[in-house]
């Protein structure tokens, strides 16, 4: 192995620069790309938080609540449902009148 390729060059990206050198604006488009580079890695970052949360908090609902017997505690009891009977009632909605179309 030669010197240059253990200091990190490789042969064939210096002959890329000699290339990019020679465009111009190069520095401009460079730095669109170094931002967008930058604009990415800040939403990894983000998302990679998010999703992190969201598992931690999963598991802290996916928690259930034992007693020492292994049956299951609600916080809450079920709402209480009215006896069961056939008849059911809705309210009465009334539209109001459309206009007529003058012609």
Sequence with gaps: MNEQSSAGFHPLFVTMLMLMSSRPDLEGKIA??????????KTL???????ENFHAMMLQLSAVPETSSGTFLPDKQPPAY?????EVSFPTITLPDT?????
């Design 82 to 86: 009215p006896a069961d009977t056939d």
């Design 45 to 51: 970052n983000t998302l990679r938080t998010g999703i």
């Design 99 to 103: 206009p007529k179309n003058k012609a």
């Design 32 to 41: 669109n790309l170094a931002a967008m580079l930058e604009a990415t890695q």
